[in-house]
């Protein structure tokens, strides 16, 4: 079992990751979930966080893209489903 400390490391990656792709790239995933985050285990060390598939990605300033639904049906959130 993965420990607290380490889940917080890991989800804290995630977070500065994403923070990164917004505000220095301005760019959005879309399709953030589990399968598209890689772990790096090195030497026992804490995990190295990497976010994988940037397939559905796109540039912040593309509002035509921004619009458009998409991502892996079972993880969209009720609002993006509803059109809200």
């Known amino acids: 079992m993965v420990s ?6 890991i ?4 977070l500065r990751g994403v923070s990164v792709l917004h505000n220095e790239l ?5 399709d953030i979930k ?5 772990i790096y285990e ?7 966080i990497k976010l ?3 397939g559905l990605s796109c540039n912040m300033n593309d509002r035509k893209q921004m619009v ?4 892996t049906p079972g993880y ?5 489903i509803r059109g809200n």
Do not use: Y
Not at 4 to 9: G, L, N, R
Not at 11 to 14: C, S
Not at 42 to 48: T, Y
């Open 4 to 9: 607290t400390s380490i889940m917080h490391q």
């Open 11 to 14: 989800l804290d990656q995630i």
């Open 26 to 30: 301005k760019m959005v995933h879309r």
């Open 34 to 38: 589990a399968e598209n985050v890689l």
């Open 42 to 48: 090195m030497n026992g060390q804490i995990p190295f």
């Open 52 to 54: 994988g598939d940037f």
């Open 68 to 71: 458009r639904k998409c991502g």
């Open 76 to 80: 969209l959130a009720p609002e993006i």
